[in-house]
């Protein structure tokens, strides 16, 4: 019976790692004077400031799509500034506020990569049997039998964690109006990345009130 609830337990454990995601927001903060964005923007401008162009045009797209389906219009930086653009080339403040006020843009999204590291970590290829307490220390058959069913063989592995960080203004204002940091563990597939991240962000902007839960479309 007991083997019958380990394997059970196990398995639960299993599935519920198989099923979070990857991507989790690590903190978020917002300005004090805000209740909502729900109908206080109309036109948003999503900046992705990242290197790889195609992930950049990819995210921001992603964004876009999702800011349309909730009634807005969109703009993204990949259809206004160059392929070659970053921050190096970046124009000056004025030009750059000049650029995105062109777009009518009354709100602003950037995602920045904050930091990128490596941990390694030890994974156990099984788990112990269930504890037996005393007086079923029979169970275990003795030192060499416990030892032996303890010790299992495992290995290191490590693990890619990328930091992003998501802020908010208001385009008229230049304000922060919200921020928030997410952290994703091997982010492997792009697609996949951006649909975790996506989700992990809007059920954030959701519990604080800022934005409804059901999208127009």
């Known amino acids: 019976m007991k083997n019958i609830l380990l394997l059970f337990a196990t398995s639960i454990l299993l599935l519920v790692s198989a099923c979070a995601p990857s991507t989790v927001v690590t903190g978020s903060w917002k300005k004090p004077e805000v209740e909502t964005f729900k109908g206080k923007y109309k036109h ?48 000056e403040k004025d030009k750059l506020i000049e650029i995105i006020s062109n777009t009518k843009s009354d709100v602003i999204l950037t995602v920045a990569v904050k930091s990128i590291k490596e941990e390694t970590r030890y994974v156990q290829t099984q788990s112990t049997p269930m504890y037996a307490p005393y007086p079923r220390y029979g169970y275990y058959g003795g030192f060499y039998g416990y030892y032996g069913q303890t010790y299992q063989e495992g ?62 479309k």
């Open 44 to 91: 948003i401008f999503v900046a992705g400031i990242l290197s790889d162009i195609a992930v950049r045009t990819k995210l921001e797209t992603a964004i876009a799509n999702r800011a349309t389906a909730r009634g807005m219009e969109a703009t993204i930086s990949s259809d206004v500034f160059p392929p070659n653009f970053t921050k190096k080339d970046l124009p």
């Open 155 to 216: 290995y290191y592995t490590t693990d890619e964690i990328v930091f992003l960080e998501t802020n908010i203004y208001d385009a008229k204002t230049l304000e922060l109006q919200w921020s928030g940091q997410t952290k994703t563990t091997n982010a492997g597939n792009v697609d996949t990345f951006i649909k975790e991240y996506l989700y992990a962000i809007l059920d954030r902007l959701q519990k604080e009130g800022l934005i409804s839960g059901n999208p127009k």
